[in-house]
């Protein structure tokens, strides 16, 4: 059975689209064919992020009002055969999409791929809205910071009232936490939010925290999703939490200070 | 803990300000959800129809809404001014 996840978050900027581009090669490069949507109409920058924007032809909304057809329209990845991108429009706007148009293309796409990821656009309207409506699992993604959590919350009690599944009685979505630009040595000093002080407010299974890595921005510079550069911490990180998603134990790596002793020593 | 940050003059991080700050107004968010869109306009209007009878301030009555599993409940408090 193919699975529905959105990365989501309801606050802008926090890695939606990062972590996308990331957990989609992560599941595709374990073996599992997989498609990742491009929800951001009018900001379309996953194709960016996962370095196909000069390949890009026919978009979503294209498939949507049948210009093109789902095979026209998706791309296959450069690094991994059995990931597809099926990017954004970037000349429309989020009402080109349309409840009944997603819900085609995603039931096409199910026959096909065991994953499909849902790159949410921030917010929580229409683009934020579809790209969670018809997901089975939700990736939270949070950053340990006020705004953030609170919208992450908010976020949840549109998942558990607003989705598909909520609307037609089955079993809820399933909800995973990604604490993301997560800083130890800061949470170590008090001045940023722990993973235990947003579990505690969220309650939510954590499936990962991703550290504030200088490996993301090299990432994006070249086109490739961090999740390749595996020897970064960002990359380990994603990488475990592919292997969480899947059912893998893992222990928690980047929660606590790495430094070494003489730096932790001196404050470095 | 480094050698230095001992040393330090232990100041309290903003975390902990962030928590408690979070910790109520999710609670808040969480409860006011479900509530009917109506609410302040009625809560506007007891109030008018009040004041009209006894002498009360703009904060002396307070709606709320709460759900449990079968049935909802409107809860409406007022607080009548002590006269000596
Ligand atoms: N773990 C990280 N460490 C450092 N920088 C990060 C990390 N995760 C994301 N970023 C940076 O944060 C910025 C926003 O990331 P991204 O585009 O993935 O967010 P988004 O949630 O998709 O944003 P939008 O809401 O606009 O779609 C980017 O510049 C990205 O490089
Ligand atoms: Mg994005």
Known sequence: ?268 | MSLLDYFRISKVGTASVAKERLQILVAHERSSKNQPSYLPQLQKELLAVIQKYVNVGQDAISVSFEQDDDQETLELNIVLPDHK
């Open chain 1, 1 to 268: 059975m193919a699975r529905i996840i959105v990365v989501t978050s309801g606050k802008g900027g926090v890695g939606k689209t990062t972590t996308s581009a990331a957990i989609a090669m992560g599941l595709a490069k374990r073996g599992h064919k997989t498609a990742v949507i491009d929800f951001d109409v009018g900001l379309r920058n996953l194709d960016l992020i996962m370095g196909c924007e000069r390949r890009v032809v026919y978009d979503f909304v294209n498939v949507i009002n049948e210009e093109a057809t789902l095979n026209q329209a998706l791309i296959r990845d450069k690094n991994c055969n059995l990931l597809y991108i099926l990017p954004a429009s970037q000349t429309r706007d989020k009402d080109a999409l349309s409840q009944e148009g997603v819900g085609r293309v995603l039931d096409e796409l199910k026959k096909d791929f065991k994953y499909i990821v849902c790159d949410s656009p921030a917010g929580i309207e229409k683009g934020a809205h579809l790209a969670m409506y018809f997901a089975d699992d939700a990736f939270v993604v949070t950053n340990p910071e006020v705004s953030s959590v609170r919208d992450s919350d908010r976020m949840l009690g549109l998942l558990a009232s607003k989705s598909r599944r909520a609307e037609q009685n089955e079993e809820p979505i399933n909800e995973f936490l990604l604490l993301t630009r997560y800083s130890p040595d800061r949470v170590k000093l008090g001045e940023m939010l722990s993973v235990d002080d947003v579990q505690d407010i969220l309650s939510l299974h954590l499936l990962g925290v991703i550290p504030e890595s200088k490996s993301v921005l090299n990432a994006s510079n070249s086109g490739t999703p961090v999740i390749l550069d595996e020897k970064s911490d960002a990359g380990q990180a994603y990488a475990d939490i592919v292997a969480r998603y899947l059912g893998e134990d893992r222990p928690h790596r980047f929660i606590d200070d790495k430094k070494g002793f003489f730096r932790k020593l001196f404050g470095g």
